[in-house]
């Protein structure tokens, strides 16, 4: 029997890297850092973790004609993605990042997001019924938010799971919320979202609870090296994460909604589903890089 299908909406980019030994303050220049680009984007890399861990990936993104479209799609087929819903723009490049990486592991990252920004609802429709028959539709916010919208009513209508990983953060309006079932945000996204600064695990439950109260059935905030915090059927439960050694966090949350999805798609309580998704993140922040940080089925058993 086929596994069930589970589609990823999202961008994808380029990401080129510096590791330094600390992050710029602005008008800083710092010299000494090493380079190295990579694939990335959100959707991708959410994409290529869930393939990784043994989900049966439907991929729908834009790329551009360019040099970096082509390497990603060679990666995606490699990756044992299906890219068939991978669109090619004739009029805007490859989305790009430029992240900078300090010694402990924290990052950040500028986006031009180039093709990612031309993925419109219009340009998606055809693919509505690979939508309405996934298990799982897993979503992020590096496209234009119309498409997160469209897709997400569209699920909603045909009873499919959405997840949605709040990223980057925004101001998303409640429409949307009442049709997402499971939403992934860390400490400053549940913040942007809510009103409430999380700072805390009580100002956690206090977030997850404005979010439940909007229609989301399952929230659950990231919380880094600390785990993730669940509220699901009116439970709060903590899930604590393994301890290690960060070298760089670029994609731990990528990881962790890619191997949420896997175990949801593949039938596992919600909690071990968590579990699973923060034993992923873990062995992703061990590791340079985005896509390529994502660890396979293996090596979590």
Sequence with gaps: MEKPSIVIIGSSNTDMVIKSPYLPAPGETILG???????????????????????????????????????????????????????????????????????????????????????????????????????????????????????????????????LNPAPACILPDELLGKISVITPNEKEAGMLTGIPVKDAESARQAALVLNKKGIGTVIITLGAKGALLFHEDKFTMVETVKVDAVDTTAAGDVFNGALAVALSDGKRMEDAVRFACRAASVSVTRLGAQSSAPYLHELL
């Design 33 to 163: 850092g090493s380079f190295f680009m990579n694939a990335g984007g959100k959707g991708a890399n959410q994409a290529v973790a869930a393939s990784r861990l043994g989900g049966q990936v439907q991929f729908i993104t834009k790329i551009g004609k360019d040099i970096f479209g082509k390497e990603a799609l060679q990666l995606f087929k490699k990756e044992g993605i299906d890219v068939s819903a991978v669109l090619k723009d004739k009029k805007f490049p490859s989305g790009v990042a430029l992240i900078t990486v300090d010694d402990k592991g924290e990052n950040c990252i500028s986006v031009a997001p180039g093709a990612n920004a031309a993925l419109t609802p219009a340009s998606i429709k055809k693919f509505k019924p690979k939508i309405a028959s996934a298990s799982i539709l897993l979503m992020q916010l590096e496209t234009p938010l119309d498409t997160v919208s469209f897709a997400a009513d569209h699920a909603a209508r045909h009873c499919v799971r959405v997840i």
